[in-house]
Each structure stands twice: as structure tokens, then as C-alpha cells.
């Protein structure tokens, strides 16, 4: 069975304070990893799609890195507007377009 | 310009009453989902459709039914709700066969059962 586990739950910054989420995986056959991110009171917004190992993504102030067994999302040098929560989700590919989804992380960044 | 749409934003209601959630998509996907997302906020998906389809069906209690009219539409109806239903409802939607370009999520109905 797919599963997915993102760490740490919650991650508080100072502005500018650079940091990385985690977000590790089980599956069987890695089709697709996915970062998005969840505004309070709304739905997730796709960031990047990871498809094989050493494969990285950036957007902004977000870079996101891919191993064998885990993904990183690296925030350089955040703003306040970088707050939400971020969610790491794989598609194993065991049904069309199935995600699994970690339980997210909640970053803060302090002005 | 709104992508993925449903209504109602808030449903409030008492146990044991029956209640819709509808999604509206204008991308011009085929495939489209319903996930459900927890006091936790943890996502999980309950069904998705393709092209009208029904291809996954995740282990959900009878009493929720997905209808898809049509391709752009994917509704929710739910039969004698129980309190263990409140949650955040999303709809999504994707080009098929996917992976690369993600899954573009509507806004939320927040259910409510009292």
C-alpha cells in the first residue's frame, strides 16, 4: 500500500530564514510526486510534479528535490505570503490518477 | 474564470437527512474526483470518474453516491448523514492519465452534521 509521511507537522520561520519540509514515500512503483500548497479556507494548489530520482523543480523562493525514497521542499529565504500548508501527495499508479496524500506541514513565517 | 467550482461553499445540517454537494469544471478535463479532508487535514480520495466513468472507487460508506451527468460535472449525494461525515468535501479535476500537470481542486464544501 502507498504511503506517504511528511515531516516535521508544523515549522515556524523567522522571514528570511531558509528550511526544508520532508516528505517520505512507500510505493511500489513511483509514477508521480506532487507538492502542493493549501491556503486556510481553500483548496490545494498544484506547485510541482517529480517524476524519477535527482530530478529538481523551483518556483520562486520553492525548489523541490527527489530521492528514491524521499522528497524535499526547500524554502529559500521566506516571506509571510510562503504561510500555509504544504502537502506532499504520489501516484504508485495502482489506479488512474490515485493520489495519496501526506498529512501536510504547516508552515508559519514570521515578519 | 473560475477552474473548478462547487456548491455549497457551507452545508449545516441534522443526522439522518440527505444532502447534495455539486462540481462544476470548465478546463476541459475528463477526469475529475472527490476527495475528503479530515479534521486533520488529511486528503483522501473517494472517487474519481472519467469521461462519465467510474474508475475509482475507494472504500466509502453506501450511503455516498457520485452521479457525473457529464464530463464537467461530478456531484456528491449522501444518504442518512452521520456525524462522522462532517469533514471538508473537494472536488478536483485532470487531463487524463495525468501525473505531469496535477490535479486543479475547487474551493471546499464544509459539511457539517449535527
Known amino acids: 500500500e502507498d504511503q506517504v509521511t511528511q515531516s516535521p507537522e508544523a515549522l515556524r520561520l523567522q522571514e528570511g530564514e531558509s528550511s526544508s519540509l520532508n516528505c517520505s514515500y512507500t510505493v511500489s512503483g513511483l509514477r508521480g510526486l506532487f507538492w502542493y500548497r493549501q491556503d486556510p479556507g481553500k483548496g490545494p494548489e498544484f506547485l510541482f510534479t517529480l517524476y524519477s530520482a535527482g530530478e529538481e523543480k523551483e518556483k520562486e523562493r520553492l525548489k523541490a528535490t527527489l530521492t528514491k525514497k524521499e522528497s524535499f521542499l526547500h524554502i529559500t529565504a521566506p516571506k509571510p505570503e510562503d504561510s500555509a500548508t504544504y502537502l506532499c501527495a504520489i501516484d504508485g499508479g495502482t489506479s488512474y490518477g490515485k493520489l495519496t496524500f501526506g498529512q501536510g506541514t504547516i508552515l508559519t513565517v514570521h515578519p | 474564470d473560475t477552474a473548478v467550482s462547487q456548491t455549497p461553499k457551507y452545508l449545516v445540517t441534522q443526522m439522518g437527512n440527505d444532502k447534495s454537494i455539486k462540481c462544476e469544471q470548465n478546463l476541459g478535463h475528463d477526469t475529475m474526483y472527490w476527495y475528503k479532508q479530515d479534521s486533520k487535514k488529511f486528503l483522501k480520495i473517494m472517487f474519481s470518474?472519467?469521461?462519465?466513468?467510474?474508475?475509482i472507487n475507494e472504500t466509502v460508506p453506501n450511503r455516498f453516491s457520485p452521479k457525473s451527468p457529464d464530463k464537467a460535472h461530478l456531484n456528491l449525494h449522501i444518504n442518512s448523514l452521520e456525524l462522522g461525515d462532517s469533514a471538508v468535501y473537494f472536488c478536483?479535476?485532470?487531463?487524463?492519465?495525468?501525473?505531469?500537470?496535477?490535479?486543479?481542486f475547487g474551493p471546499g464544501t464544509r459539511l457539517t452534521v449535527l
Open positions: 478536483a479535476s485532470s487531463h487524463p492519465g495525468t501525473s505531469g500537470r496535477g490535479q486543479f
Open positions: 470518474y472519467n469521461n462519465k466513468e467510474l474508475i
